[in-house]
């Protein structure tokens, strides 16, 4: 590419949302983030395993005649 082209003055970054992903800040945001999908999918996961445990044990909802 020459100098003079368009492409070649463009400051391109990869950005991940709000900031960019090349910097301190971007790389403290995304690992906040992973960590909250992290607990997110524990707690449901585990909500989930209670609840079909529970619905296992009383013998499931009668049925209706």
């Not at 992903?21 to 992290?38: A, H, I, K, M, P």
Request: aromatic letters at 8%.
């Amino acid at each position: 590419m020459s100098s003079r082209d368009p492409l070649s003055t463009l400051n391109l970054a990869v950005a991940c949302g709000p900031v960019p992903c090349d910097t301190e800040e971007g790389r403290g945001f995304l690992q906040e983030r992973l960590v909250l999908f992290g607990k997110v999918t524990f707690l449901l996961s585990t909500a989930l395993y209670i609840a079909l445990n529970l619905f296992r044990t009383l013998g499931g909802m009668p049925l209706a005649d």
